[in-house]
């Protein structure tokens, strides 16, 4: 069965360092997100990408976070500075039009922490 | 705002018994709905999604939805242990092109 995989499983940095958490979406879709859960609290909707662009993005998603589709395969999320409060699980999501008609493939999430 | 609301729980049902988890949200736009059972640790398992008024049944899921009062619900029959999770109500609000979850039901089958 196809999956949405993400590595690392987890990433420890240092607060102020950069990170970039990697995603294979589902080979034919072609709308990707990311979400994120802090520990404890409910699954946040971070951005929505879909033909090299974002499409959607919420209030966390500031100018120290970016996305990108480096190549056919790959969705990845950067976090230029971390702060200790960017400690959260984060989930990759695709689908295949969207999601407004139709459901979302989570990853297994990466665990990101801060120190 | 765009919310979704769930009672945190835990709902403790006993084993065989039908366990059912309701969801409200605010965006009378909503056009579709998704269940995910998500357990400790792991990411949002999709169980099941609705567009239309009524009810949904797969297997021993039932998903009902009522847009009228902006409410949608979870049953599941027969309840099993392995069921034991929280189940996450997500919104797809206003044809946006993403889900707002709910905070999610914290579900315990007791054996």
């Known amino acids: 069965e196809p999956e949405v995989t993400q590595t690392p499983s987890h990433q420890v940095t240092q607060m102020g360092q950069e990170v970039i958490l990697r995603c294979v979406p589902i080979?034919?879709?072609?709308?990707f997100y990311w979400y994120r859960q802090i520990l404890g609290q409910k699954v946040e909707f971070l951005v929505s990408f879909y033909n090299n662009e974002i499409s959607e993005k919420s209030e966390i998603f500031d100018d120290q976070f970016s996305v990108e589709r480096p190549d056919g395969s790959n969705f990845t999320l950067k976090i230029r500075s971390t702060k200790l409060e960017d400690s959260a699980m984060y989930f990759c999501a695709s689908s295949d039009i969207g999601m407004m008609g139709t459901e979302a493939f989570f990853g297994q999430g990466t665990r990101l922490t801060v120190v | 705002q765009k919310e979704v609301e769930q009672n945190s729980g835990p709902l403790s049902v006993p084993e065989g018994a039908i366990a059912s988890l309701n969801c409200t949200y605010s965006d009378r736009g909503s056009q579709s709905f998704f269940w995910y059972r998500q357990y400790s640790g792991k990411s949002p398992e999709l169980i099941m999604f609705i567009y239309s008024n009524g009810d949904k049944e797969d297997g021993r899921f039932t998903a009902q939805l009522n847009k009228a009062s902006q409410y949608v619900s979870l049953l599941i029959r027969d309840s099993q242990p392995s069921d034991s999770a929280t189940y996450l109500c997500?919104?797809?609000?206003?044809?946006?092109?993403?889900?707002?979850f709910g905070k999610g039901t914290r579900l315990h089958i007791l054996p």
């Open positions: 997500a919104v797809n609000m206003n044809r946006d092109d993403k889900i707002i």
């Open positions: 080979s034919n879709h072609l709308y």
